[in-house]
Each structure stands twice: as C-alpha cells, then as structure tokens.
C-alpha cells in the first residue's frame, strides 16, 4: 500500500508521459529524462496527455507499486511549465488527485 505522510518525498513530472509504459518503462523515464533513482524514496507522479489519468511509482523494500487513476469526466489541472520535476507536498498530491490543484508547486 501506498502511504502518504507530511513527510512522504513527492516529485511531479511536467512532462506527458505515454501510458502504454509499464513500471520498466516509467522507471526509465525517472532515470533518464528525470535524472532521478526511482528506488530512492520519493514517489513518482506522471500524468497523460490527454490529463485524464495520473500514475503514482514508487519503490517500497523489494518491489515497485504502480497506482493508476482515471477521472470519469473532466481532466486533471496540471502546471505548465519549462521545469520537466517538480517537488509535491502530500496535501498537494491529495488535491490533485481530487481534480483541484491550486497550489504552488516547488521547483528540484
């Protein structure tokens, strides 16, 4: 299960990231476009171009977990802008996930 406290390490990518990718291949983009260790603690946060569905990775003792969330109307509200990570505080994460981020997010 993934849990997220205040302290939860929280990285937004800005860029869409195609969803036929799987783990191996969202681990790859952590580590190649990111430049980011996908097994170091912070979960991963990719969202799809059509912004409809957003995929969480991230990496607990022995194994990755993917969770997947696919609005049924509208699209998710996501920052536009020439960083390709950002850095999330877990609230934040919950309001995205509910369809309403209004926050600031902070550059890595």
Not at 94 to 107: C, D, F, P, T
Request: aromatic fraction near 10%; glycine fraction near 6%.
């Amino acid at each position: 299960m993934i849990y997220l406290t205040a302290e939860s390490r929280i990285l937004l990518a800005i860029k869409p990231v195609d969803f036929r990718k799987q783990i191996d291949g969202l681990v790859a983009v952590c580590r190649h476009q990111l430049e980011q260790q996908p097994n170091g603690g912070h979960l991963f946060v990719f969202i799809n171009k059509s912004r409809s569905m957003v995929r969480i990775l991230c990496y607990e003792h022995n194994g990755y977990w993917l969770a997947t969330k696919r609005l049924s109307q509208g699209r998710y509200q996501w920052p536009g802008t020439e960083q390709s990570i950002y850095s999330l505080a877990a609230q934040d994460l919950r309001k995205l996930l509910s369809g309403a981020l209004e926050s600031v997010v902070k550059s890595v």
